[in-house]
């Protein structure tokens, strides 16, 4: 009998029950934002290398190319936005929710996560290489010919997602279960493969990936 995945827990964004609506007019101009909602509009053509967000919720938000490098998110809630090829390399990102995102081709490159939770997302071709990752939770999203490679991923957990043809070398999967995500094939190395927790199935793909014949 298969042992049933437990689920991880993660701390939610600490956020009170009611905010002002807050707008973001200029991220040049101003390098923190606090305690507000942002919602239904479109962000556009921002740039800014240090900004700081906490205690926001953004609903129904597109960033139209926004480069958020070294963006700093703390309690942060994400519902509904479009946030598809945004730069949030090295990001710091702690107690915070991407809920049915669009996130195709965001850059997360070498950023750390704490108490990070993608649900219901479209992240395929996200960059989340270089990271450094403890209580990230994913589930029921989509992040195929994503790259997550040469990461520290501790207390990382899938759930039920699609990860097909992502790209996991030099990143260790000791312990991390992978046995109720979809794909055909990753991009992983032998050492990194060790500990990784796979279903009967899915080992049959492993072994046509380093050119094993299984005999039934």
């Not at 958020?68 to 309690?75: A, K, P, W």
């Not at 850059?107 to 649900?119: E, I, K, S, Y």
């Not at 043809?165 to 999967?173: M, P, R, S, V």
């Amino acid at each position: 009998m298969n042992k049933k995945k437990t689920m991880l827990k993660i701390e939610s964004p600490m956020i009170p029950s009611e905010l002002p609506a807050l707008m973001l007019l200029d991220l040049q101009l101003n390098g923190h934002f606090e305690m507000g909602m942002v919602q239904d509009c479109i962000v556009e053509h921002q740039t800014n290398h240090k900004v700081t967000f906490d205690k926001i919720i953004f609903k129904n938000v597109t960033f139209t190319e926004a480069t958020l490098s070294g963006v700093e998110l703390t309690d942060i809630i994400f519902e509904k936005c479009d946030l598809s090829n945004a730069d949030l390399s090295d990001a710091v990102i702690h107690r915070t929710e991407f809920k049915e995102c669009k996130m195709i081709g965001i850059n997360m490159t070498g950023a750390t996560l704490r108490n990070v939770l993608l649900d219901r997302c479209m992240a395929d071709y996200a960059t989340v290489r270089f990271s450094n990752a403890k209580q990230f939770l994913i589930q029921d999203s989509s992040l195929r010919q994503s790259d997550f490679c040469y990461s520290k991923l501790h207390k990382f957990e899938l759930y039920r997602s699609n990860i097909d043809q992502a790209l996991f070398a030099g990143t260790e999967l000791n312990g991390i279960d992978l046995s109720d995500c979809e794909f055909n094939g990753l991009g992983v190395d032998v050492e990194s493969l060790k500990g990784c927790i796979i279903s009967r199935e899915q080992a049959y793909t492993f072994a046509a990936l380093f050119g094993l014949i299984v005999k039934d």
